[in-house]
């Protein structure tokens, strides 16, 4: 008798752990694009940039952000890094865009220079990387997102 009574407790609170499975959800990461860049501060060692990044929420719950922190690769070299405290939420299955700034120095912009004079090229790639921070203090998620934006080239006279 009492081997089935202890067989009924553990099948109970195995059909109760089953049943609460859902409750731990894993979280999609979140995409982080670059959607404007405007130069604000062009200084001797230092540039601020106002960029317009759009973050989308893939799950299916909201997903609140109360802060952000980035680096950003330029042609796969390190040009800029940035932080937010900006409080959003962003729907299910949407997308918002945050205004960050990106601060890079004169070193990383003289970089960039000169491999664009190298290269010539008028496409550059980007790579956002970073981490998210949610509302709750123990999730935070990782991005890390690229893309390419095209140079507008003026011909030589």
């Not at 200084?43 to 799950?59: A, G, H, M, S």
Request: hydrophobic content about 45%; overall charge positive; proline content about 5%.
């Amino acid at each position: 008798m009492k081997w089935i009574a202890y067989a009924l407790c553990l099948l109970i609170f195995f059909s109760g752990f089953a049943g609460c499975s859902g409750l731990f959800r894993t979280l999609e990461r979140p995409r982080v694009n670059i959607a404007n860049i405007i130069a604000k501060e062009i200084k001797l060692f230092e540039q601020v940039f106002d960029l317009e990044l759009r973050i989308q929420n893939p799950n299916d719950l909201p997903l609140a952000i109360n802060g952000l922190a980035f680096e950003m690769e330029v042609n796969e070299k390190r040009f800029a890094t940035g932080v937010s405290n900006q409080s959003l939420t962003i729907d299910r299955l949407s997308s918002a865009v945050v205004h960050v700034q990106a601060i890079t120095t004169m070193w990383g912009l003289l970089q960039q220079v000169a491999a664009y004079q190298q290269t010539r090229t008028p496409r550059v790639t980007y790579r956002m990387k970073g981490t998210i921070y949610s509302s709750s203090p123990s999730v935070k998620l990782a991005f890390d997102d690229s893309g390419e934006f095209q140079v507008p080239i003026e011909p030589p006279k």
